[in-house]
Structures are given as structure tokens and as C-alpha cells.
């Protein structure tokens, strides 16, 4: 074997990752695309989880298990988050997250819409590549929501492209890559082509925020904090993140731009109407960019939530690059040798799956590897403890939890990286969907694969009468709301949209 092919590179990367002598898993496209409207976040009497954690709450609450963004990335425990804000000019909200209907809006049930794409992806993380379609119009929420509670199941979904707004080619195409120099030297490049035919403005904000983990009564040795620092070599702006577990991360930006710090903390004031436990929340950066409320983010640059705001006009048809890079090492000069680092990995890549998709045509080669890259993608940090989800944690839940959902699973415990069946429409664990994908991961990452097989089995997941964990909804795997006469059993999550009629019964 010649070690210096580019072939081997990410077999190199494996083998390490085997024979745990480098951690190439502790950084990855981990963040989920929804974290509101599951079963994780509702603590309802009736479980109705779609409402009782929506899109509009996202902005200003805080999460309680996991965290999303758009083309994100976060550590193995999800700790530390980086993902990708955008502002056009006129939407209500900076988009922070994927939007769609929810299961009971959507005249088929949950629908993301939005238009987002996985280009590609090595098992190591080493590459990574997204994008997506950011209309320049102002985006049409309530119109799709209207539209789709309007139409019956007969009719078809009401999706972003029937609203027109791409006409012209009037949207933006946001591309994110991410090039890893070492499993804790993470650079990446944001590329933003505008394909309408006259100059326009967009507003680029990186974001950079720790998962809140002290709201919940966890015992921490310290609090984590983000604060700006003297810039290196070569760099518009860099900043420090220390957390008491993941320990120190540099993050560096070449281009000059606004840094704008806050706490990642409820805006209770918005929500419910009770005053704000800390002057400065979640939501801030929607009011500093869109409302130019610059008492929404805290002057002495420091927090547990940061974002870096450009401004970019950008010509018809021109391309604007932004580049970052995040590291566990302060670097004198970050973007040193970011050239290098991305070509190598992109011809890293290219080899590798030139090397185990052989014998295929050009279009057969093209369409399995972004299918893997979409597998990939999948990977999502997953956390659910059951026995404290039940129980509540400073608030008691209602006493209808108690004999509710997923009560006969108090053993459960996740906090893992989990395959998961989609990073929108289905961010939870599902150990069907699990299993089918394990099957073609297998092909890019075999230990990955089977590592997922054995969680599955492991005591946290397993139940003590030997029955693994069916999905999210109902580990059970029963919904007594779909039972005719106890005769049949369905599928179906609580909260489905799908009138029973339509409802695909198994026999018991």
C-alpha cells in the first residue's frame, strides 16, 4: 500500500478511527435541521408535540435536548454548534433553521419547505459539502401554511417552488464546505452566488453557540463562555469558546465583520409575557440585524451564543466567498494553509469513492455518491433520557405523563450519534430506519455501521424484557389512539395529521 496516495488518505483516516489513535468522529454534521416539534421537547399534557414547540418559538427558546441549524456542525456530544444564519433584506425572522409544516398543517403531514441539498461527504467528516436555495423575495411562511391547511389529501402538497418565488432565478445559492486539517482543525468556506440578473444584498451571519446545558439544574464546574480576542495574522476577527469538558476553541474569520455576542437563553418576555432572568437571550440577533436593536446584544462581547454579521452585495451572477476556520489550537496564521488543506481533501475524496463505486457510469457514479453523502449527513447527535423526561426537570411535567407516552421505557438513556431516517421530516431515533441504513453505510464506514447495530442492543436502549426500541413516538411500537377493537396495530405517531380512514393497519 502507498500511504501517499490520495486513495488511501481516508482509509488512513478509518484505520486510525479503529484503532482509536485519532478521534475523526469528534467533529461532525451532527446538528439536526429540526429540533422543535418532537417528542424530546414536549412536555404537553396530551402530547401534542407539534404545537407545543413550533417554528415561530424556535427563535427565542431555548432547546432542552438537542439544537439545529442549516448545514451545521457540532462535536460528538454537541456541545459547541456552528451553523449558518442569512438574512435577505425582508423576511420577519433571519433564517437560522429549515422551515416546513408541521404534521398537522400539512394536507400529507409534515412537509419541510425548503429547498437544501448534501452534496458530499466522507465517513471521516474530513469533507463536507451544502448547500442551499435562499429566495431573495421575501419568504412566504404563512402563505404555505395557509395554502396546505386549505387543501384536502386528494389534492397535492403546496410546495415552495409553487409560490413562484424562485422565478427569474431571483434567490441565492449558499454553499458551505467544510475541510478538516486534523480532527480538531475544522476550515470552512461559504460561498454566495447570486443568480438573479441585477446586484443584491444578503446578510451572512456564522454562528457560533454552546448547547444550553446549565438551564436544566446539571452540575457543571463552570460556566462556558464565548469572548472576542486580538486577531491573528491574516484574520477580520477571531474569538475564543471554552467549555469546563470540550475545553478551548478558536474560531477565525479573514473577512472584517460585526461580531454580535448574546446568551443562548429564552426570551421569556416574548413568549409568556414574564420578565427576561438575563438581559440579553436567544433571539437577539433577529432584533440587532432586523429591528437594529443594539441593546439586543451585549456590548462587552462576551456569551454563550456569537455570530460574525456581513454584509455582502454582490453583483448579478458573481460569487462572494467568506472563510473561517475553528480549531482546539490558537494559530498565528489560520488561513495559512486553508488552500491546501481543501484541495487536498477534495482530491482526498474523489479518490475514495472512485475506489469503492467501480464499474459504474458517470451518472450511476454521480447519484451514489451524493446518496452516501446524504447518509452521512444523517448522522445526528440524539438525547433522550426518558426517566427525566417523564419526571420533568425544574418544573414538574403534568400528572397525564406519568401513564403517557413512552412511560415503560424509563431506561433509556441516549446521548449518542445516532443514524437518523431524515434530518427534517424525521429527526429521531427510528431503529427500522436504522437498520435499512446501516445496510448502505456499510459501504463508506463499516464500523460505524455495525457500532450502530450494537447501540441498538446495548442496556440503555434494550429493554429488560429483551424488545428493542421501535421509534421515538412509541418505543412500544403500539398507539392505542389507532387500535380498532384491539385487533390491529398502526404505526402512525401520535399527532399524525393522516385521518384514520387513510391510516395502514398490520395485523396483530
Same mark, same amino acid.
Given at each position: 500500500?502507498?500511504?501517499?496516495?490520495? /486513495?488511501?488518505?481516508?482509509?488512513?483516516?478509518?484505520? #486510525?478511527?479503529?484503532?482509536?489513535?485519532?478521534?475523526?468522529?469528534?467533529?461532525?454534521?451532527?446538528? #439536526?435541521?429540526?429540533?422543535? +416539534?418532537?417528542?424530546?421537547?414536549?412536555?404537553?399534557?396530551?402530547?401534542?408535540?407539534?404545537?407545543?414547540?413550533?417554528?415561530?418559538?424556535? @427563535?427565542?427558546?431555548?432547546?432542552?435536548?438537542?439544537?439545529?441549524?442549516? +448545514?451545521?456542525?457540532?462535536?460528538?456530544?454537541?456541545?459547541?454548534?456552528?451553523?449558518?444564519?442569512?438574512?435577505?433584506?425582508?423576511?420577519?425572522?433571519?433564517?437560522?433553521?429549515?422551515?416546513?409544516?408541521? +404534521?398537522? *398543517?400539512?394536507?400529507?403531514?409534515?412537509?419541510?419547505?425548503?429547498?437544501?441539498?448534501?452534496?458530499?461527504?466522507?465517513?471521516?467528516?474530513?469533507?463536507?459539502?451544502?448547500?442551499?436555495?435562499?429566495?431573495?423575495?421575501?419568504?412566504?411562511?404563512?402563505?404555505?401554511?395557509?395554502?396546505?391547511?386549505?387543501?384536502?389529501?386528494?389534492?397535492?402538497?403546496?410546495?415552495?417552488?409553487?409560490? +413562484?418565488?424562485?422565478?427569474?432565478?431571483?434567490?441565492?445559492?449558499?454553499?458551505?464546505?467544510?475541510?478538516?486539517?486534523?480532527?480538531?482543525?475544522?476550515?470552512?468556506?461559504?460561498?454566495?452566488?447570486?443568480?438573479?440578473?441585477?446586484?443584491?444584498?444578503?446578510?451572512?451571519?456564522?454562528?457560533?453557540?454552546?448547547?444550553?446545558?446549565?438551564?436544566?439544574?446539571?452540575?457543571?464546574?463552570?460556566?462556558?463562555?464565548?469572548?472576542?480576542?486580538?486577531?491573528?495574522?491574516? @484574520?477580520?476577527?477571531?474569538?475564543?469558546?471554552?467549555?469546563?469538558?470540550?475545553? &478551548?476553541?478558536?474560531?477565525?474569520?479573514?473577512?472584517?465583520?460585526?461580531?454580535?455576542?448574546?446568551?443562548?437563553?429564552?426570551?421569556?418576555?416574548?413568549?409568556?409575557?414574564?420578565?427576561?432572568?438575563?438581559?440579553?437571550?436567544?433571539?437577539?440577533?433577529?432584533?440587532?440585524?432586523?429591528?437594529?436593536?443594539?441593546?439586543?446584544?451585549?456590548?462587552?462581547?462576551?456569551?454563550?451564543? %456569537? #455570530?460574525?454579521?456581513?454584509?455582502?452585495?454582490?453583483?448579478?451572477?458573481?460569487?462572494?466567498?467568506?472563510?473561517?476556520?475553528?480549531?482546539?489550537?490558537?494559530?498565528?496564521?489560520? %488561513?495559512?494553509?486553508?488552500?491546501?488543506? %481543501?484541495?487536498?481533501?477534495?482530491?482526498?475524496?474523489?479518490?475514495?469513492?472512485?475506489?469503492?463505486?467501480?464499474? /459504474?457510469?458517470?451518472?450511476?457514479?454521480?447519484?451514489?455518491?451524493?446518496?452516501?453523502?446524504?447518509?452521512?449527513? &444523517?448522522?445526528?447527535?440524539?438525547?433522550?433520557?426518558?426517566?427525566?423526561?417523564?419526571?420533568?426537570?425544574?418544573?414538574?411535567?403534568?400528572?397525564?405523563?406519568?401513564?403517557?407516552?413512552?412511560?415503560?421505557?424509563?431506561?433509556?438513556?441516549?446521548?449518542?450519534?445516532?443514524?437518523?431516517?431524515?434530518?427534517?421530516?424525521?429527526?429521531?431515533?427510528?431503529?427500522?430506519?436504522?437498520?435499512?441504513? @446501516?445496510?448502505?453505510?456499510?459501504?463508506?464506514?463499516?464500523? %460505524?455501521?455495525?457500532?450502530?447495530?450494537?447501540?441498538?442492543?446495548?442496556?440503555?436502549?434494550?429493554?429488560?424484557?429483551? *424488545?428493542?426500541?421501535?421509534?421515538?413516538?412509541?418505543?412500544?411500537?403500539?398507539?392505542?389512539?389507532?387500535?380498532?377493537?384491539?385487533?390491529?396495530?398502526?404505526?402512525?405517531? &401520535?399527532? @399524525?395529521?393522516?385521518?384514520?380512514?387513510?391510516?395502514?393497519?398490520?395485523?396483530?
Amino acid at each position: 500500500m502507498n500511504d501517499n496516495l490520495p /486513495t488511501e488518505a481516508e482509509r488512513r483516516r478509518l484505520e #486510525a478511527q479503529h484503532n482509536e489513535h485519532e478521534n475523526w468522529r469528534l467533529w461532525g454534521p451532527y446538528l #439536526a435541521e429540526r429540533a422543535w +416539534g418532537t417528542v424530546r421537547e414536549d412536555y404537553s399534557a396530551k402530547g401534542t408535540a407539534w404545537e407545543y414547540f413550533d417554528h415561530d418559538q424556535a @427563535c427565542s427558546r431555548v432547546y432542552r435536548w438537542n439544537e439545529d441549524g442549516m +448545514g451545521g456542525i457540532c462535536d460528538d456530544e454537541q456541545r459547541l454548534c456552528l451553523a449558518l444564519a442569512l438574512w435577505n433584506g425582508k423576511d420577519p425572522i433571519l433564517k437560522e433553521r429549515a422551515f416546513g409544516v408541521t +404534521g398537522n *398543517q400539512g394536507n400529507h403531514g409534515e412537509d419541510v419547505k425548503e429547498h437544501y441539498f448534501y452534496l458530499d461527504a466522507t465517513p471521516s467528516h474530513s469533507y463536507l459539502r451544502y448547500l442551499y436555495k435562499y429566495p431573495q423575495s421575501e419568504y412566504p411562511y404563512r402563505q404555505l401554511v395557509a395554502e396546505n391547511q386549505r387543501r384536502t389529501r386528494h389534492e397535492p402538497s403546496y410546495n415552495l417552488l409553487d409560490t +413562484g418565488i424562485f422565478a427569474d432565478n431571483c434567490y441565492w445559492d449558499v454553499e458551505m464546505r467544510y475541510a478538516k486539517a486534523a480532527v480538531d482543525e475544522i476550515h470552512l468556506r461559504i460561498s454566495i452566488t447570486n443568480r438573479a440578473a441585477t446586484p443584491a444584498t444578503l446578510h451572512v451571519l456564522p454562528t457560533l453557540w454552546f448547547r444550553n446545558t446549565w438551564a436544566w439544574g446539571d452540575k457543571i464546574n463552570a460556566h462556558p463562555r464565548i469572548t472576542a480576542e486580538a486577531k491573528s495574522v491574516g @484574520c477580520g476577527w477571531s474569538i475564543t469558546a471554552h467549555h469546563p469538558s470540550l475545553g &478551548n476553541y478558536w474560531l477565525y474569520g479573514e473577512q472584517q465583520a460585526e461580531l454580535l455576542f448574546t446568551e443562548n437563553e429564552t426570551n421569556t418576555e416574548r413568549l409568556w409575557e414574564t420578565t427576561n432572568p438575563a438581559p440579553y437571550v436567544k433571539d437577539a440577533f433577529h432584533r440587532r440585524v432586523i429591528s437594529g436593536d443594539t441593546g439586543a446584544v451585549n456590548p462587552s462581547q462576551t456569551g454563550t451564543k %456569537f #455570530a460574525a454579521w456581513n454584509i455582502l452585495t454582490i453583483a448579478a451572477g458573481a460569487t462572494a466567498e467568506l472563510r473561517l476556520v475553528l480549531t482546539a489550537r490558537h494559530l498565528d496564521r489560520p %488561513f495559512g494553509s486553508s488552500d491546501a488543506v %481543501f484541495a487536498a481533501r477534495e482530491s482526498e475524496a474523489e479518490a475514495y469513492y472512485r475506489s469503492i463505486l467501480t464499474h /459504474t457510469s458517470a451518472e450511476d457514479y454521480a447519484i451514489a455518491r451524493q446518496a452516501l453523502a446524504g447518509m452521512i449527513w &444523517n448522522k445526528q447527535y440524539y438525547h433522550y433520557d426518558v426517566a427525566r423526561w417523564l419526571d420533568g426537570d425544574l418544573i414538574p411535567p403534568p400528572a397525564q405523563r406519568n401513564r403517557g407516552r413512552n412511560h415503560l421505557w424509563r431506561h433509556l438513556k441516549a446521548a449518542d450519534v445516532v443514524s437518523m431516517p431524515d434530518t427534517w421530516e424525521y429527526p429521531w431515533f427510528a431503529s427500522w430506519d436504522l437498520a435499512y441504513q @446501516c445496510s448502505v453505510l456499510a459501504l463508506v464506514d463499516v464500523d %460505524f455501521a455495525k457500532n450502530q447495530i450494537d447501540l441498538m442492543l446495548k442496556e440503555r436502549y434494550l429493554h429488560p424484557k429483551g *424488545q428493542i426500541a421501535a421509534y421515538e413516538w412509541s418505543f412500544e411500537d403500539v398507539n392505542p389512539r389507532y387500535l380498532p377493537r384491539g385487533r390491529s396495530r398502526c404505526f402512525a405517531p &401520535n399527532g @399524525c395529521s393522516v385521518v384514520r380512514e387513510t391510516c395502514i393497519f398490520l395485523s396483530a
